[in-house]
């Protein structure tokens, strides 16, 4: 007699080894995040020689390996004899710090525009979805490069670029989850009680935007620091002699074919920052999800 095989234990059992498989990837995230945010506070610490040090009998060195008058430049040298590694760990450092200046300021500006539209009913609200309709429709991409090409290119503007660059996400995720809150019973009983709108938004509505906003914050990180490389690669953020990690491959790719350390280390750094924010981001959003967790 032939009997059939379970599907059952098999399901649980690929639902454990992809469970498994995740909780690596999400640990291993958390791992290079610690890193590259350690390398980037310690960045003087870990290297010993100064970003914006020029040495014209030093460059074009190949890391420590290709060449024997590589000693001490682990990365090697660019076209003006700077430390590659040096200069990739303070563009780390900047690029993180612009990209968490703009990813507040987003959520400052969108959490408190979805707020008054999520608590404000009428014309407010229908303004304020508009602006983010209208913001979901251009590309941002052009306006900054038109915003930066008239106005300059300080790191004032660059921040206050990078901050507008993703509030109508905020405003989107506070709106619709001041709708939902507003409806619950618990609500309409503080409103019944005597509480005041700003009392109502700061006790009972806030409190339950925290998760969201976290998860959002966490995934416009990544968005942000894709777009700072982008304008610094196009010349129009963070100037020279200043490092950050668009900016150097900006520089360096016209010595791609002779010297590609110049724009491997910086990418890689790109590459790496990118994709541990958006895993924990990913994780972040599994974590709050309440939905996916009953599954």
């Known amino acids: 007699m032939v009997t059939l095989a379970d599907p059952i234990p098999r399901r649980r059992r690929r639902k454990a080894r992809s469970a498994q498989g995740a909780d690596i990837i999400q640990k291993v995230a958390m791992a290079l995040a610690l890193l590259l945010v350690g390398a980037a506070i310690f960045a003087p610490l870990l290297t010993a020689y100064d970003p914006l040090q020029q040495s014209l009998l030093a460059r074009l060195r190949p890391p420590v390996g290709f060449d024997r008058y590589s000693a001490g430049h682990f990365a090697g040298t660019d076209e003006l004899g700077r430390d590659v590694l040096s200069r990739s760990l303070h563009g780390l450092r900047l690029t993180l710090a612009l990209a968490f200046a703009g990813a507040v300021i987003g959520l400052v500006i969108g959490g408190l525009l979805g707020l008054v539209a999520g608590l404000r009913r009428g014309w407010a609200e229908d303004g304020i979805m508009a602006l983010v309709d209208m913001q979901i429709a251009i590309p941002f991409t052009l306006v900054a490069l038109l915003v930066l090409a008239l106005m300059g290119s300080s790191l004032t503007v660059l921040v206050f670029v990078l901050g507008v660059a993703g509030w109508e996400q905020y405003a989107r995720i506070v709106r619709g989850e001041v709708r939902r809150i507003a409806a619950q019973p618990y609500l309409e009983a503080a409103r019944a009680a005597g509480a005041g709108p700003l009392y109502t938004a700061w006790r009972h509505v806030l409190p339950n935007l925290v998760s969201p906003l976290v998860v959002q914050f966490t995934l416009a990180l990544s968005n942000i620091v894709i777009l700072e490389s982008t304008l610094s690669f196009l010349g129009l953020g963070v100037q020279p002699p200043q490092p950050s990690l668009g900016s150097m491959v900006g520089l360096g790719r016209d010595y791609m074919p002779t010297a590609p350390w110049i724009v491997l ?29 009953d599954r």
């Not at 910086?266 to 967790?293: E, K, S």
């Open 265 to 293: 280390t910086p990418a890689a750094l790109i590459v790496l920052l990118t994709f541990t924010v958006q895993i924990l981001g990913d994780w972040l959003r599994d974590r709050a999800d309440v939905r996916l967790n």
